[in-house]
């Protein structure tokens, strides 16, 4: 894939998740906190878990873009690892689940809606990190992962992983919704 559609890509899918926490600046506490059973995350939740991962990874991703002394190249080219873990994390219709490391597990946390800020800063940083990579290699470029000091992915895959996590995340967030209504 071209690195600069890539980046366009990941840019698009980023501002559409912008839209979307914004739009949840507009709910209530209560239907920010409702959780369908007490071992299911709220939507605050879900945003504190992806918060969690945006601490440890944007400051690494930002801090190897500015080190970095690669040039860009014209194509991204996928290793085996980095596809899986990106892929992995998208959304199926149904669902399946993934244990989450305790530290990155929010359940029954005390959260307001600081959380939505939080986040929204958090992805607009993502932006500026996104638009940075386009001077630097996507392919040499690496990024150790969050369960590993030993595995290191690609610039490119990492954002891919990334930002399909999040995207999983606001698939659960409208399901959360959905299941509100029904109850």
């Not at 991962?53 to 860009?72: A, C, F, M, V």
């Not at 992962?145 to 659960?172: A, P």
């Amino acid at each position: 894939m071209q690195s600069d559609k890539l980046i366009q890509t990941l840019l698009e899918h980023t501002r559409q998740i912008i839209n979307q926490a914004e739009k949840l600046k507009n709910c209530d506490l209560n239907a920010l906190t409702w959780r369908e059973n007490e071992t299911s995350w709220n939507i605050l939740e879900c945003l504190e878990h992806l918060n969690l991962y945006g601490d440890y990874y944007l400051p690494q991703i930002e801090n190897e873009i500015k080190k970095s002394t690669t040039k860009t190249d014209d194509e991204f080219k996928s290793r085996i690892l980095g596809s899986y873990f990106a892929k992995s994390m998208l959304p199926k219709a149904k669902l399946n689940k993934m244990k989450t490391f305790k530290d990155k597990n929010p359940l029954n946390v005390k959260l307001d809606k600081s959380v939505i800020d939080r986040f929204i800063n958090q992805q607009i940083k993502l932006l500026d990190l996104l638009n940075q990579s386009r001077n630097v290699s996507l392919n040499k470029v690496k990024i150790k992962i969050s369960i590993s000091n030993f595995i290191k992915l690609k610039l490119g895959d990492t954002f891919q992983f990334f930002i399909n996590h999040i995207i999983r995340h606001f698939h659960q967030i409208d399901q959360i919704k959905v299941a509100m209504k029904n109850n």
